[in-house]
């Protein structure tokens, strides 16, 4: 028996069975590289998906968790803590806007946080999109479309309206009077990374305005530098024009690796909650605070924004020139693909097999979100190991047209 073998029986024999058996067990990291149990070295294209910005050991996040944590490791909301307040202002910066800032601890909580937010305008209704993704406490579970998710849970908090994402027409038709929010991601990851036309956010954001709407964006995915812009409503390539949202959440990707959320509401609507309307005992951890001051740090330092769009259209081009992908998508290093077949669990057992980890959001998807780190000899290694990988998943070649991405 592998070591491998030995863990995974132990997990499931401790661990409840919501994620399937672990395809690996890790023990370490370095860069954007990974170790299993068994030595085997792995290229992380998933970056623990879109999180693990700065890559594994960094040395500038372990310098500043550990300082942190030998200052003021934890106090509670009744005080308030130097590294929590710097953040909130960078990020509200960042937007570019006025706002104010409520800290969480993953997507899902910055989600709940929001839609408790939204019952603040007096409205009930939140349109949201087919395609799209939350979370999966109750909350966030009820503005998410996909029915196997959704479920086994109802009934679920309502008045939640869902529309065909990416159409304005049906966006106007959805929204009137009683809506309190639209709820959109600029780009839905988990749907396999599916970028909208450029017209919609500003469109979304007009509709919602007509009627004393918010606009919400949930940029858990998408912000924080992986498309290669600070927000993807900011990113000249996803939008034709200037979006103020109203409120925008954000989680995966801003402290790389510690676990951390924020609900930022722009305006009036960063003023919406009293004291005593909503909370949360780790929100807002000095620890986690100084891990996201220390990515946002490291990404303007290390000019990361623009080294994430020089690599992300280097592996979109390497990708797309495989006539066994019918379509690549994204922008920065969130990227999506389209298999001729639909045997994306077989490339994803392909790669690992040639030392890469790659992600199947559905059955005939791809997508990668690698840290912002990345090399360029990782991006070297990974084209020239694809096309094998496609041949040893039994991929076939499409009999349609092959389209470039639209971002
Ligand atoms: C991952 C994700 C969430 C949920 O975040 P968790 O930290 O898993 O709760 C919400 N929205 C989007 C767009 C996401 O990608």
């Known amino acids: 028996m592998t070591a491998t073998q030995a863990w995974t029986e132990r997990y499931a024999g401790a661990l409840m069975n919501t994620f399937g058996p672990p395809k690996l067990v890790l023990t370490r990291g370095d860069g954007a590289h990974v170790w299993d149990a068994d030595g085997r070295e792995y290229v992380d294209l998933l970056g623990g998906i879109a999180v693990n910005a700065l890559g594994h050991n960094h040395p500038r996040l372990t310098k500043a ?11 509670s909301n009744f005080f308030a803590s130097e590294p929590q307040i710097e953040l909130a202002e960078r990020l509200v910066s960042l937007l570019g806007t006025e706002a104010h800032v409520f800290f969480t601890n993953s997507g899902a909580e910055a989600n709940e946080a929001a839609f408790k937010l939204t019952r603040r305008t007096g409205r009930t209704k939140v349109v949201v999109t087919e395609g799209g ?33 990416g159409d304005i027409a049906a966006l106007d038709a959805a929204v009137d009077e009683r809506t309190a929010a639209v709820l959109v991601e600029p780009v839905q990851g988990e749907a396999g990374v599916v970028a909208p036309p450029t017209d919609y956010l500003p469109a979304a954001q007009r509709i919602a305005h007509e009627h004393g709407a918010l606009l919400w964006l949930d940029e858990v995915q998408t912000g924080v530098g992986r498309t290669g812009a600070w927000f993807a409503h900011q990113h000249p390539d996803l939008v034709s024009g ?19 959320g924020a609900c930022i509401a722009t305006g009036g609507s960063g003023k919406l909650f009293d004291p005593g309307n909503h909370g949360t005992t780790f929100g807002g951890n000095p620890v986690a605070a100084a891990a996201a001051l220390a990515v946002l740090d490291t990404i303007t330092a290390d000019g990361l924004l623009d080294h994430v769009t020089r690599l992300g259209s280097r592996i979109r081009d390497g990708l797309a020139a495989d006539r066994r992908v019918t379509e690549v998508r994204g922008a920065g290093l969130l990227i999506g693909l389209d298999l001729a077949e639909a045997k994306a669990a077989d490339v994803v057992a392909a790669a690992q097999d040639a030392g890469y980890i790659v992600n199947a959001p559905t059955p005939d998807r791809i997508r990668l979100a690698p840290p912002l780190v990345l090399t360029d000899s990782d991006v070297d290694g990974f084209l020239a190991a694809w ?19 639209d971002a």
Do not use: C, N, W
Not at 137 to 153: D, H, I, N, V, W
């Open 65 to 75: 968790v550990t300082e942190q944590l030998q200052t003021l490791g934890h106090i």
């Open 133 to 165: 993704f939350h979370g999966r406490t109750m909350g966030a579970l009820a503005l998410t479309s996909k029915l196997a998710y959704r479920e086994p849970f109802e009934p679920l908090p309502g008045d939640v309206v869902f529309v065909p994402y």
């Open 242 to 260: 200037p979006v103020t949202p109203d409120i925008v959440t954000l989680a995966k990707g801003l402290a790389g690796g510690i676990p951390i």
């Open 387 to 405: 096309p094998a990988i496609l041949d040893a998943a039994g991929v076939g070649v499409s009999t349609g047209s092959t389209t470039e991405g």
